[in-house]
């Protein structure tokens, strides 16, 4: 299912007729994973309402598989996107098991009792959560974050094809941060679609093939993140001066922001732009050891898309250690290994380094 935005354009009634959103063009396709950064009140969360028709595009308009979002049915619309808001406040009469349940209200009618099958759902979602212990407490007797994770669940329960979250890891703690992020992960591993806001750029870096940078100017940058989410066009939609750096860990090698300084605003003067790709060449061998079989066919499904630029590949299995090794060498550029390696390291009981030839080509 593909999600289109063409020619978007938006802004509020009392705005003096200044465009919010200005003439936005994007797209996403099964298992993209889009982070949508900007500044307060660029209007990412007015982004995500005018994507799904809460609000209405002044002109342009939203498309799913080619069809204008206004013209689908609500039922048909809402079986294949889940939405889930910022976690500001909420209905206090419904229990988490009783909220959670409402996002499977789709898959049974108004009159009857959820099946076996979706309260079967609800309770594995619950528990992938960490929610069991919370079922019986009111929504309004939780907290801030643990709401945000019962609107997770609510959203996951309903298994959409396309996931449109507002900020879903912000008020978090680390462990629920990275549950977020390895949920998004593992959804779009199955072809499913997710789109974020954020103020992490760290986690967009890390995380998502695509970017769509918005500018308090209403300017916007949308493409993959490598080329979208630079030190340059943090500096110039932010203010804030931030490098970029890479941390090595046992199994992969990390992109990490860390954000230096505030720039005077005489100093940001230039426009958005994409950081051109090096397509200069790299001979690498891609190591990769894995502990699960049942992890094979992800890794060989990454490696297919990289199959033009595989020139040697040889596995073998070390089955009284219970693990694999695959050796891939690439000649590709280096953003295609880094992302090769950056999307096997995200795979579960997955362990994966790169090293470059030193010659040139
Ligand atoms: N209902 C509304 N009526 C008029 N203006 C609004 C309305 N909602 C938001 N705005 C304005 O539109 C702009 C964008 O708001 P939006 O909430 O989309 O920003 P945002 O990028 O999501 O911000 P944040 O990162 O702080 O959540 C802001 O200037 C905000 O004041």
């Not at 969360?45 to 080619?66: A, E, H």
């Not at 079967?120 to 960490?130: P, Y």
């Not at 679609?193 to 992490?200: A, G, K, L, P, V």
Request: aromatic share 6%.
């Amino acid at each position: 299912m593909i999600l289109s935005v063409e020619n978007g354009c938006f802004s509020y009634k009392n705005s003096k007729d200044k465009l919010l959103l200005e003439d936005i063009n994007f797209s996403v396709e099964p298992g993209d994973l889009l982070a949508i950064l900007g500044p307060n009140g660029a209007g990412k969360t007015t982004l995500l309402r005018c994507i799904m028709g809460f609000l209405k595009w002044s002109s342009g308009k939203s498309t799913l598989d080619g069809e204008n979002i206004r013209n689908i049915p609500n039922k048909k619309l809402w079986n294949n996107i889940a939405y889930v808001p910022q976690a500001k406040s909420t209905v206090a009469a419904y229990t988490v098991e009783e909220m959670v349940l409402l996002g499977r209200s789709s898959h049974f009618s108004m009159l009857s009792l959820p099946k076996e099958e979706d309260l079967e759902i609800v309770h594995k979602v619950m528990e992938e959560m960490n929610l069991t212990r919370y079922a019986h407490k009111k929504c309004s007797q939780i907290s801030g974050g643990e709401l945000q994770m019962v609107l997770i669940a609510k959203a996951l329960v309903s298994e959409p094809k396309i996931l449109i979250l507002d900020e879903p890891e912000s008020n978090l703690d680390f462990k629920n941060q990275l549950l977020i992020l390895d949920t998004m992960t593992k959804l779009t591993n199955k072809g499913i679609s997710c789109i974020f806001n954020t103020h992490y750029p760290t986690h967009a870096l890390q995380r998502a093939n695509k970017a769509f940078l918005l500018s308090k100017s209403g300017e916007y940058l949308f493409g993959e993140t490598r080329e979208v989410i630079t030190e340059k066009n943090i500096e110039k939609a932010f203010g804030v001066k931030a490098v970029i750096g890479e941390i090595e860990t046992p199994s992969n090698i990390l992109k990490d922001v860390i954000p230096l300084e505030i720039t005077q605003t005489s100093d940001i003067n230039a426009l958005l732009s994409k950081d051109e790709l090096s397509t200069e060449r790299k001979v690498a061998v891609v190591s990769i050891i894995t502990d699960h079989s049942d992890v094979s066919e992800k890794i060989n499904k990454l490696l297919g898309k990289n199959k033009k630029y595989i020139i040697g590949r040889m596995g073998m299995p070390y089955e009284d250690r219970g693990i694999s090794i695959i050796n891939v060498t690439l000649d590709a550029p280096e953003y295609v290994i880094q992302t090769l390696v950056s999307q096997l390291g995200f795979l579960s009981g997955v362990s994966v380094k790169a090293i470059y030839s030193q010659v040139k080509f």
